[in-house]
């Protein structure tokens, strides 16, 4: 066996370090973390009427950076910036509420709102009523002097759930009605139209073997409601974030008889592919059948406002939407963008008891 002497042998050690080292860096260089920020700039007015399809695009962009799986070796920090929201609509403002609630219990995250001060004053307001910050779990009540209502609306704080709570919806009934006054006198079918609604969403929203673009919160709802006294309107609202009504009646069992409904309805192009058309087929599948499960499904919906000639229920489902006013469906429209799941408000008039 060839002798080494002393100095080689060390030569050939601090080589044989100095490799290594090298490989270690070369992997840590391969394994290092990518972080990455996405900063969602929402529109000036987030609205589901005026301004539809930026406000669905803010929402989607939203989901797409928070709940979209991160690869590997990747680390995301997401942040939506209020500031530039100069006014959100009651609707917008329930939906935009119900994505940051899923996205906390999704990814267990801890969330804090930045810039507060810099918000809109009535934006502010508007989310502080909703329980906005109860849902980040920050504290978050000064008096602000610059925060008003516009429309001098007073909206509940939102209740969720993913089991049909009929306590919960019972509460929410009474506290609006505590809140515009004990001489008011309403339909009692809201009560039934709300819980009807939440039964869908628990039952219909999130259909097996149908997966959802983003991971949902399974059978989950949010609801809420508010009073308007300029208008002299109670709104009320339910929201899932399920596949949406056109996806979920093909798989029905009146999807024959929806399917003879859409044939006799004249519409351009291909009506199966026609969500508005879809909502009101349900709809009136529900009117025709006598077996309707649960009460009588989307009839129970609507029941509130088939009287009244001011009273309206506006439905939004994937990319469809109707307004049924006065016993009829009055407008249905088609968008390029899914909503994300399916929205419900109803527009009472305040009814005053006589003495």
């Known amino acids: 066996m060839k002798k080494i002497d002393l100095e080689t042998a060390r030569r050939r050690s601090w080589a044989a370090l100095r490799a290594h080292v090298k490989t270690l860096a070369r ?12 900063r969602i700039i929402p ?16 929402l989607r962009a939203l989901k797409v950076a928070a709940l979209t799986p991160a690869k590997r070796r990747e680390r995301r920090f997401v942040h939506i910036d209020f500031t530039p929201i100069r006014r959100i609509s009651l609707a917008g403002a329930v939906v935009l509420a119900a994505e940051i609630d899923r996205w906390r219990h999704t990814k267990r995250a801890k969330m804090r709102p930045r810039d507060i001060d810099f918000w809109d004053p009535e934006v502010k307001r508007r989310l502080r009523s909703l329980g906005f910050f109860e849902l980040l779990g920050v504290d978050y009540s000064p008096y602000d002097p610059d925060a008003y209502d516009e429309d001098n609306v007073t909206l509940l704080p939102l209740i969720s ?17 505590g809140a515009v006054a004990k001489v008011l006198r309403q339909d009692p079918r809201v009560y039934g139209a709300l819980t009807e609604a939440v039964y869908n969403s628990i039952t219909h929203a999130y259909p097996e073997g149908m997966p959802c673009e ?11 409601a508010g009073w308007s ?24 069992r009146y999807w024959e008889q929806a399917r003879t409904l859409l044939a006799k309805t004249p519409i351009v192009g291909n009506n199966l592919g ?36 001011r009273g309206q229920v506006r439905i939004l489902s994937g990319k469809g939407s109707i307004i049924h006013t006065g016993g009829k469906t009055t407008a249905h429209v088609d968008r390029a963008l899914h909503l994300g799941g399916t929205l419900i408000e109803w527009t009472i008039p305040v009814v005053f008891a006589s003495e």
């Open 27 to 38: 992997k840590h260089r391969n394994y290092r973390i990518v972080t990455i920020r996405d």
């Open 43 to 58: 529109p000036a007015q987030f609205n589901l009427s005026d301004d539809y399809d930026a406000t669905v695009e803010c």
């Open 161 to 177: 759930g993913q089991r049909l709570d009929r306590e919960e919806l019972y509460r929410l009934l009474t506290n609006i009605m």
């Open 214 to 224: 983003f991971p949902p919160l399974r059978n989950g709802w949010w609801a809420t």
């Open 229 to 252: 006294p300029k208008e002299e309107v109670i709104k009320f609202w339910v929201y899932d974030q399920g596949v949406g009504i056109p996806a979920t009646l093909p798989r029905s």
């Open 274 to 309: 026609d969500a508005s058309r879809m909502i009101q087929a349900a709809l009136e599948v529900d009117r025709t059948s006598l077996d309707g499960g649960h009460g009588k499904g989307l009839q129970d919906v609507i029941a509130p406002v088939q009287d009244l000639a």
